[in-house]
């Protein structure tokens, strides 16, 4: 089975500092990987996914995500922060043609204005 | 606007009793799929449903949990016998097929006193 971990549960930053949010899995085999985000009092949303291809993507409100097999990492990182990101982010992984998603426990960010 | 849409936002319910998440997935997707996070631990998968039927399920989903989608539209989780650990929030997702990211809602917050 597939599992997902996520470092520095809470984070605090200031506006304009630059953010990189820690995820490494495990799995045997091909994997799907997302970064999903939490804003407060909301839905879990899409930030960003990785199915193949490049391994550098992009997301949604300027977040990237790199995929380096060899170190079963999908680190993201956004370079400038806002406010508006405060929220919580969860890496999580499938087995490709497998729907079953694991997710890491998440990082709580708060920028401060 | 969440793509998913899970009623009710929140609930409070007695130890034994018996309870039913809806969901209301806003399209056509064919997978569909319940996840739970017990406060301050990671979001984990409990059942994903196919075509009308199971497709996984995973060690947490017992026989106290049923999922069923009966009228086509809502997708429910049944809870026959309510424990205090059950207490928790709940996520419907969706997903077009297994290779495609998944669609959540805001996700049901279930309290059992």
């Known amino acids: 089975a597939q599992s997902v971990s996520q470092h520095n549960h809470h984070v605090i930053l200031s506006e304009a500092a630059s953010l990189e949010l820690g995820c490494n899995y495990s799995y045997g085999g091909t994997v799907n990987l997302f970064w999903y985000v939490q804003y407060p009092g909301q839905h879990l949303q899409l930030l960003l996914k990785y199915f193949s291809g490049d391994p550098l993507v992009k997301g949604i409100k300027g977040f990237e995500a790199e995929f380096i097999k060899s170190k079963f990492s999908f680190n993201l990182r956004k370079p400038s922060v806002q406010w508006s990101d405060t929220a919580e982010y969860f890496c999580a992984v499938n087995g490709r043609g497998n729907n079953r998603l694991a997710f890491g426990k998440g990082n709580q960010v708060v920028v401060i204005p | 606007e969440p793509e998913v849409t899970q009623t009710p936002s929140h609930q409070v319910t007695q130890m034994g009793q018996e309870v039913i998440l809806r969901c209301v997935p806003i399209?056509?997707?064919?997978?569909f799929y319940w996840y739970r996070q017990i406060l301050g631990q990671k979001v984990e998968f409990l059942v994903s449903f196919y075509n009308n039927e199971i497709s996984e399920k995973s060690e947490i989903f017992d026989d106290q949990f049923s999922v069923e989608r009966p009228d086509g539209s809502n997708f429910t989780l049944k809870i026959r016998s309510t424990k205090l650990e059950d207490s928790a929030m709940y996520f419907c997702a969706r997903s077009q097929d297994t290779n495609t990211e998944a669609f959540f809602g805001q996700g049901t917050r279930l309290t059992v006193v």
């Open positions: 399209s056509n997707h064919l997978y």
